[in-house]
């Protein structure tokens, strides 16, 4: 693979992925089946679910934003033949600022449950115990820590020099995403499994594995990332970074969620179905990240990977 190719399998994954995650957030802007849930439940639960799909709604909106001006400045970047960097980073900005608002609106779901419904009787106190753990605690630090990161990194990007910022905020950026990604999904299989039994996990392999993957494979990856990040954190240009290595972890984490949407594809039946497929299928907006393969593969296995990279660093600076 030649960097100056300007077809190159590298240009193509981004395109690719800018296009995945434009048409999984179009598709989810324009389902307003939601619209209304509200009106058939009764009392604090039912004002709860209002102000949350309210603030959820209103976060996908500045998410499709930034979808929109991912898959306008891949496009605009096979059209022109590249970008100046000043309209890069505009674009990175908006992209980045947008995405946080969106994950901010989750933060009413992460609160709210927390202040309204935990004066509850003994009888349901390790149902609202493993609702806490599994649901609540999760929103509320998706909500927080993902948001906070990306406009950290959106003020450095604004900078034209020197990049050691935006870098150090970037790789701390993703290493959050992939610890919210493991701490999300390991409370839902929690939910799916007091609810199945403990036998929903034993009987399926194909069940143990997306399992295992999940609460030991996601630790292991973000564990990885929070080391390369810690090791790279000095990097003071992108072509100073060991890019195959954020390529390994690009690869593994879109397989993870490319194998867990494969596994219902093949596999799935009426008793495998659960709380975990609900949300895998159903409600998990992040499901576009099975896409990113394609630009963590080019980065893995190029000789001289960096040097793919060193076009856009210079543009930056």
């Not at 399926?204 to 295992?212: D, Q, T, V």
């Not at 984490?253 to 495998?272: A, C, H, K, M, S």
Request: aromatic share 16%; charged share 10%; hydrophobic share 55%.
């Amino acid at each position: 693979m030649e960097a100056n190719r300007f077809y190159s399998p590298l240009r193509i994954g981004f395109l690719t992925v800018a296009f995945t995650y434009f048409l999984f957030t179009f598709h989810a802007m324009f389902t307003l089946s939601w619209i209304g849930e509200w009106e058939y439940l009764r009392g604090s639960f039912g004002f709860v679910i209002f102000v949350e799909d309210i603030a959820a709604s209103i976060g996908l909106v500045f998410r499709f934003a930034a979808s929109l001006t991912a898959l306008a400045a891949t496009l605009l970047y096979f059209v022109k033949k590249g970008l100046q960097s000043q309209s890069v980073r505009k674009m990175l900005q908006v992209i980045m600022v947008g995405e946080g608002i969106y994950w901010l609106g989750l933060l009413p779901s992460g609160i709210l449950p927390l202040i309204l419904f935990r004066g509850l009787g003994a009888n349901s106190s390790l149902s609202a115990l493993t609702s806490i753990l599994s649901m609540d605690i999760p929103c509320l630090v998706e909500s927080t820590a993902i948001p906070v990161a990306l406009f950290i990194l959106a003020s450095k990007v604004r900078q034209a020099k020197p990049m050691r910022g935006a870098i150090k905020w970037g790789l701390i950026a993703g290493t959050v995403y992939i610890f919210v990604f493991w701490l999300v999904n390991t409370g839902i299989w929690v939910l799916a499994i007091q609810q199945k039994g403990i036998e929903y996990i034993t009987t399926y392999p194909e069940i143990l594995l997306s399992f295992a993957l999940t609460t030991v494979g996601l630790l292991a990856l973000a564990i990885f990332a929070a080391l390369f990040s810690r090791k790279s954190i000095g990097a003071e240009t992108l072509d100073t970074l060991n890019l195959r290595t954020a390529g390994t972890v690009i690869v593994f984490l879109g397989l993870y969620f490319l194998w867990n949407y494969l596994t219902w594809i093949f596999f799935g039946r009426p008793e495998l179905w659960s709380v975990w497929y609900e949300w895998l299928l159903g409600h998990n907006l992040d499901l576009w990240l099975l896409s990113i393969p394609l630009v963590g593969l080019p980065l893995l296995f190029d000789r001289k990977a960096s040097s793919l990279h060193t076009s856009q660093s210079a543009s930056l600076e």
